[in-house]
Nanobody, 124 residues
Framework: QLQASGGGLVQAGGSLRLSCAAS????????LGWFRQAPGKERECVAA????????LYADSVKGRFTISRDNGENSVYLQMNSLKPEDTAVYFC???????????????????WGRGTQVTVSS
């Protein structure tokens, strides 16, 4: 089970930090990703991180602004979002992939567990 938090309303240029805590089957290794979905748009992967934390990937639209990190001791993943833009407005989801713990994937269907989304709204 995954639980995301940290969303909210922020002005353009501001920052937010999303958190996601995993519970239950946490003894397995798993990759983690942050996805977002805006109204009328497809769900997209904005960042992913391997089990070790040594590999990360970002969508081009967020490179240099967002940072994904994880704390396996806390079974948590974070998304630091800086220089937010109105186009970052979306519901953000965290997800875990058991098969893709070392090799990263952006495909939502390769993620096994999903948290409930948290709304991020960026005003202009």
């Amino acid at each position: 089970q995954l639980q995301a938090s940290g969303g909210g309303l922020v002005q353009a240029g501001g920052s937010l930090r999303l958190s996601c805590a995993a519970s239950g089957r946490t003894s397995s290794r798993y990759g983690l990703g942050w996805f977002r979905q805006a109204p009328g748009k497809e769900r997209e992967c904005v960042a992913a991180i391997s089990w070790s934390g040594g590999r990360t990937l970002y969508a081009d639209s967020v490179k240099g602004r967002f940072t994904i990190s994880r704390d396996n001791g806390e079974n948590s993943v974070y998304l630091q979002m800086n220089s937010l833009k109105p186009e970052d407005t979306a519901v953000y989801f965290c997800a875990a992939s058991l098969a893709y713990s070392a090799v990263l994937t952006t495909h939502y269907f390769r993620y096994d567990y999903w948290g409930r989304g948290t709304q991020v709204t960026v005003s202009s």
